[in-house]
């Protein structure tokens, strides 16, 4: 082939997807940004439920949750029916939830500082487990001390459709496809706004099996 066509294929090649999508003012969705750490972030996740095992939490109006959790750092988000609040301990087992592994924090500073916020320092990473079928309503997240830090949400496994709404529960939704590695980042202006994810379509993952695993980062205190 000349160089005249080569130039003239090189045209045609089709485009690299963008790797970061911006899907509100001070919110992105970064495509594979965790796809590096993989074979790091696997094996710490395995060590963290070894000793916090994935459980399904009662909501405050006696709903057993869809979505199995577990958490790792300073606070895990719990909820009973008592309410929802961020706890020190683990209460299935008493014990402290287990340290936040390096590698999670270092994805999740790497990643709000690929959206626009540095110096991002998560105290607590909640961890969901979506089984085919299961799904989360659409919600805010606002049991943080302050909202000042934002969400850094990180997905594996299955696709997801994820939601992500207005200030009122009854505004329109945005619909985001979530796959293997991507991070969805949130914070600054949209920190309140309403987000949730569709139910998991049945599948198998390469790596992950039937399953979908979220890592939902927040600065709690
Ligand atoms: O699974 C997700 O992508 C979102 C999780 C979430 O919204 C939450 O844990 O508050």
Redesign the pocket.
């Known amino acids: 082939m000349s160089p005249d066509n080569f130039d003239l294929f090189a045209d045609v090649e089709p485009e690299q997807p963008p790797r970061r999508e911006q899907i509100g003012e001070q919110s992105w969705v970064l495509r594979g940004f965790a796809l590096p750490l993989l074979d790091q972030l696997l094996p710490a996740l395995e060590a963290v439920l070894a000793a916090a095992p994935f459980r399904q939490m009662v909501t405050p109006g006696g709903f057993t949750m869809s979505v199995a959790l577990s958490s790792c750092g300073t606070l895990g988000w719990t909820t009973d029916r008592s309410g929802y609040r961020y706890t020190r301990h683990d209460p299935q087992t008493g014990q402290p939830w287990p340290a936040m592994p390096a590698v999670f924090f270092e994805l999740a500073q790497a990643a709000a500082r690929e959206a626009g916020f540095a110096d991002f320092v998560p105290d607590s990473c909640?961890i969901?487990r979506y089984a085919p079928g299961a799904k989360?309503s659409l919600?805010q997240?606002k049991d943080e001390g302050s909202f000042g830090a934002p969400i850094v949400?990180v997905?594996l496994g299955l696709p997801?459709m994820?939601l992500f709404g207005g200030f009122e529960r009854s505004d329109k939704s945005q619909r985001v496809p979530?796959l293997h590695g991507d991070i969805v980042v949130w914070g600054g202006v949209d920190r309140l706004r309403y987000?949730?994810?569709l139910p998991i379509k049945q599948g198998h993952h390469p790596k992950l099996g039937e399953q979908r695993i979220?890592f939902?980062f927040r600065t709690a205190q």
């Open positions: 909640l969901n989360m919600h997240d949400s997905s997801a994820f979530l987000h949730g994810v979220n939902t």
